[in-house]
């Protein structure tokens, strides 16, 4: 499976544009606001979305982008799926800021397909499985477990370490997780100092760190933590340790 970062950024006090990837140059997992321009400069062309949850800094790319699409008169089906209540946040989100456009009367939604997932129930969207898990975060927050036959990768979103979650880093071949702040503990997210002993109990499986404040890293020294940098691509090939 091919992974790829367009951002890696927390929602505030950072340097970087907000937390996204993109697995086999097609499915993209968080829309944060710069999106829809980071998926022109990596050239990506998405037709399936994946959002982990419903706060802004993970969704609010996805109306310019899928404005654009409709401007552009792109003629392909796309797939969004994520929490409950996802299709009416976008909806309610050009009613709010775009007064002016009825989306009934221009199809802006046009060939726009949205998707509750529930935890635990793997969809399959051909060579690769999908197993959305539940986190632990202010509002419903999933992650999500892509998995092909020679691979698999655990997006955490945004959470507390919890049981499900602790069970998905088990199960996948290698995991993304998100590492708000660098020390002590928040509510509702992670930090790298509650990472870093389960990261150690797994010498062998590669941890990318994401959704990250403003903090160095120039300290950790384990080998199997990386920190990406937008646009890095890694080729991941482990399904299990
Ligand atoms: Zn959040």
Known sequence: MKLQFVGVGAAIKTKYHGASAVVDDHILVDAPPACNMLLKKYDLTIDTVFI?????????GLPFWLLERYVEGIDRDVHIYGPPGLEKKIRDYFAVTFTDMDIVRYPILGQTYFHSVVPGETLDLGDVH???VEGQH?????GYIFTTDHASIYFSGDTELCPSVLSAI???????FEGTKKEGKLDTHTTLEELIPIIRSYPDKEFYITHRQDYSTDDITENNIHFPE???VFNIRTNRP
Do not use: K, N, R, W
Request: hydrophobic residues 35%; negative net charge.
């Open 52 to 60: 982990t949850h419903l706060h802004g800094d993970h969704l609010v």
């Open 130 to 132: 999908v197993t959305p």
């Open 138 to 142: 202010a509002i419903t927050s999933y």
């Open 170 to 176: 088990d199960q996948a071949g290698c995991v993304v």
């Open 230 to 232: 937008e646009g890095d």
